[in-house]
């Protein structure tokens, strides 16, 4: 199980300990809600709050006999309790009014630990984002040079994202903060709605609008179909960065640490397996997600199938994407970023870059698009073939200096000015103001 790489506070939360823990509040809360309205003696209910304990290991040894999670644990809490009290523990509650409504405390919980980690990452993108505000790059669509952006910007759009992903979490969090103690077949046949109401207050939480013996398992399978999403995130940015490690582009790198050993075979190795890890991870994100859907359709008023499911993919994609989350912040603050590199990857493309700032150009000079796009793209392929028979004096800008059919159109020194890393980045603080950096 993934629980192990998470940090101590989301680990927790899923441990049997923590789970027993919020049982026995649940089951407390009932008792004190059906005391209030006269049903439990205030003696009996006294006796119930001074001596509700559980040991976890009694419960195991109980479970063995009993092969039944909730039972093992009331049997327990009962013996603690004793005679006449006891007889008051779980009254007119189902196993899943327990389950359930402890299952939300523990998602709910999850949940604000990974708002949190997303907060953080984002205070870490924007600082480098506003260091490489104007950090010059080119920009690629299907990994051929396209034109000019910055490093900056790039890391805006990954604060944006994220942005993103912090309001889907608090969505989700909403989303399954849902209790129920509605009883076996959610019918409140034997507890009051009112009892419902009160103990899912008391957590935070609001009452299902309706259930069967359990709470709908759609709201579970959204949870962690946004876990999924967020980690579909993570992937997104962890392969961006590998692509840009890669030696042939070289413009960013993840931290390599002082004693830190790439490969067994090849010293030399500087290679970027915490993207590559976070790429993985992401995949058993989705997987998880997969099962979670597959847990919606159960049989009548419930059947059992869901659960052992949900036993795992839930601790597990929890502490997993917390894990992610952390280590993805670790990474963005140690990126060693190499802007000469990126300064050397831009000329690559012999100033073609200015491609579509020329068509524009000429279309306002008064040229068709069709003639315009000709005139550029004639030049562009004449700058690859000069590039391509080993001269060193390839330059798009030059070429379309000496295209007398272009030249005509712009006064002296008007095309070479056009051709600018400023023009491009004249809107960078405009992007930069709209999603709050």
Not at 203 to 211: D, E, F, Q, S, T
Request: aromatic share 6%; with cysteine.
């Amino acid at each position: 199980m993934i629980q192990r790489y998470s940090r101590p506070e989301m680990r927790s939360i899923w441990t049997e300990q923590r789970k027993l823990e919020i049982w026995l509040q649940i089951e407390l809360l009932v008792s004190e809600a059906l005391c209030a309205t006269g049903l439990v003696p205030k003696k009996d209910f006294a006796q119930m709050k001074a001596r509700a304990a559980f040991s976890l290991e009694r419960c195991k040894e109980l479970e063995r006999t009993l092969n039944h999670d909730v039972i093992a644990f009331t049997t327990n809490v009962a013996e603690n309790i004793g005679e006449p009290a006891s007889r008051w523990l779980h009254f007119g509650l189902t196993s899943s009014d327990i389950i359930d409504t402890a299952f939300a405390v523990q998602m709910v919980q999850s949940a604000e630990i990974l708002i949190e980690d997303v907060k953080v990452l984002r205070k870490v993108i924007a600082a480098k984002a506003r260091k490489h505000q104007f950090t010059p790059m080119i920009g690629r669509s299907h990994g051929i040079h396209a034109e000019p952006t910055t490093f900056g910007l790039k890391l805006a759009l990954m604060y944006d994202e994220f942005g993103r992903a912090q309001q889907r979490l608090e969505a989700a969090r909403e989303t399954v903060a849902v209790g129920k103690l509605s009883g076996a077949v959610g019918t409140s046949a034997h507890l009051a709605p009112k009892i419902e109401t009160a103990v899912c207050r008391h957590l935070g939480l609001r009452p299902a609008p309706i259930a069967t013996q359990v709470v709908p398992r759609d709201l579970h399978a959204e949870f962690i179909s946004t876990l999924a999403l967020v980690a579909a995130s993570i992937e997104r940015w962890a392969t961006e960065f590998r692509h840009l490690q890669r030696t042939e582009v070289l413009e960013v790198e993840e931290f390599f640490a002082k004693g830190q050993k790439g490969s067994s075979a090849m010293p030399h190795k500087r290679n970027p397996i915490t993207g590559e890890r976070l790429s993985g991870l992401a995949r058993v994100l989705r997987g998880n997600a997969i099962a979670a859907l597959e847990n919606v359709a159960l049989w009548h008023e419930r059947d059992i199938s869901h659960s052992s499911v949900e036993r795992i993919i839930f601790p597990d994609s929890c502490t997993l994407l917390d894990y992610m989350l952390v280590t993805l912040t670790e990474l963005v603050e140690g990126l060693v970023v190499y802007p000469e590199n990126m300064k050397r990857n831009l000329k690559l493309s012999l100033g073609m870059w200015n491609s579509q700032t020329v068509l524009l150009a000429l279309i306002k000079k008064g040229l068709s698009r069709e003639q315009a796009y000709d005139l550029v793209q004639r030049n562009a392929m004449t700058t690859w073939e000069v590039k391509h028979a080993g001269r060193d004096d390839a330059d798009f800008v030059e070429q379309l200096e000496r295209d007398s059919e272009v030249a005509q159109h712009f006064k002296n020194g008007e095309l070479r000015a056009l051709c600018s890393l400023d023009f491009h980045f004249k809107e960078v603080k405009t992007r930069f103001k709209k999603v709050g950096l």
